[in-house]
């Protein structure tokens, strides 16, 4: 799959801007702040109904807009469509396919994108939340059905705490809270549903992350994956995200059934602590995904170098795995400042390793930090400007 062109409107610091792009790599050069990042950030959002940079919609909205449109023609093999959302601050999105009205939450059916940017670091070095978010992303791109599975979930975990909640301000033991059972019901069978998936996305990727791992470093490290799941937990944690302990470790797939069994025992083992927090206490809003590299937990011991790489590893692995089930053909991939970070040995690493995709989009500030073989087509942009052909 490929975008040959993009159109925005009231995008960030766009009032419109029209970009063309060619099959292979595709280099956005400017100074900082000029705009590049708003480019490839409209186009990440097309596929994930995301921003990897902010977590409101209405802030890619141009200042004193209503509304803001993002509109890509995308091609694979002979079938071009037209994917367009429009972001709006006061009301839904919606978002259109061929000009025909679609549910906004099925876009990401027809686009498929991995976008690597700096906020990614947060993947090795942050809170649990931000691989989570990782995980659930890949997930929706594969299946798409999937988003609706997470969105029931989050929406039975709200009803969920604020009955918990209800019961810690007046008092209510247990025993006098038959509805907490029906919602144990949902959050269970729900729950157990994105689990599964999870481990099984887990598991593809552990190879994927392994090699791309030595690919861009060039040397034998061991890069490694395993989750933490609440449910198979008997710690007690005080925190609002899970605090992962050797107890709740797995590297395996969960099946759905599994999962159940052991979601069922831990709510029964933390209810007294649920009401008494008024929070739900275990389930996949509080797994996480353990990285490691060399048996070492990355997060505490990999250096700034060795995490950039291990993050930039987890997006090459995810575009590894999209590729290769995939009917549309390859996933676009794109890489917003990322070789500023990287010196000459591991750009040339990651030029080869990206070279043989149907399309890279590179943004960079100094033209000379990426290597030549990914500078085939270039776009300078200025103050919110795609510059012209020879303008300078």
Do not use: C
């Not at 990042?37 to 909205?61: F, K, Q």
């Not at 060039?218 to 490694?224: D, E, F, I, L, V």
């Amino acid at each position: 799959m490929r975008v040959t062109h993009l159109s925005l409107a009231d995008f960030r610091n766009y009032e419109s801007a029209e970009l063309d792009l060619s099959p292979g790599a595709n280099l956005l050069v400017g100074s900082n702040g000029q705009g590049k990042t708003n480019l490839v950030e409209a186009l990440g959002y097309l596929s994930t109904l995301g921003s990897h940079r902010v977590s409101v919609d209405h802030a890619m909205i141009r200042a004193g807009q209503g509304a803001a449109i993002v509109r890509a023609r995308l091609e694979h093999g002979e079938r071009s469509i037209l994917a367009e959302v429009q972001i709006n601050r006061s009301s839904a999105n919606r978002a259109q396919i061929n000009r025909g009205a679609i549910k906004t939450r099925e876009l990401p059916r027809y686009f498929s994108s991995v976008l690597f940017a700096p906020e990614d670091l947060a993947l090795v070095r942050g809170e649990p939340s931000g691989r989570r978010k990782f995980l659930d992303e890949l997930l929706v791109l594969r299946s798409p059905r999937l988003s609706g599975v997470i969105a029931d979930y989050e929406r039975v975990l709200k009803q969920r705490n604020s009955l918990l909640k209800s019961a810690r301000v007046s008092g209510v033991r247990s025993s006098g809270l038959s509805t907490l059972e029906i919602w144990d019901d949902r959050l269970v069978v729900i729950g157990s549903q994105i689990i599964e998936a999870r481990t099984a996305l887990v598991a593809e990727l552990l190879p994927e992350v392994d090699a791309a791992y030595t690919a861009i470093a060039g040397q034998m490290h061991s890069a490694a994956l395993t989750n933490s799941l609440s449910v198979l937990s008997t710690s007690v944690d005080n925190d609002d995200d899970v605090d992962a302990t050797s107890e709740s470790y797995t590297g395996g797939i969960v099946s759905a059934e599994v999962a159940e069994r052991h979601f069922r025992s831990a709510l029964e083992r933390r209810r007294r602590d649920e009401l008494l927090r008024g929070i739900t206490l275990v389930g996949p809003h509080r797994d996480d995904l353990v990285l490691t590299l060399n048996g070492l937990p990355a997060r505490g011991y990999a250096s700034h170098g060795e995490s950039w790489s291990f993050a930039l590893s987890l997006k090459l692995a995810s575009a590894a795995v999209l590729r290769r089930e995939s009917t549309t053909g390859d996933p676009v991939l794109i890489l917003d400042d990322v070789f500023a970070e990287l010196d000459d040995s591991r750009r040339g690493r990651l030029a080869a390793a990206v070279a043989d995709y149907e399309q890279v989009i590179i943004t960079a500030a100094v033209f000379d930090d990426v290597p030549p073989a990914l500078a085939g087509h270039v776009v300078r942009i200025r103050a919110g400007r795609i510059l012209e052909e020879g303008e300078e």
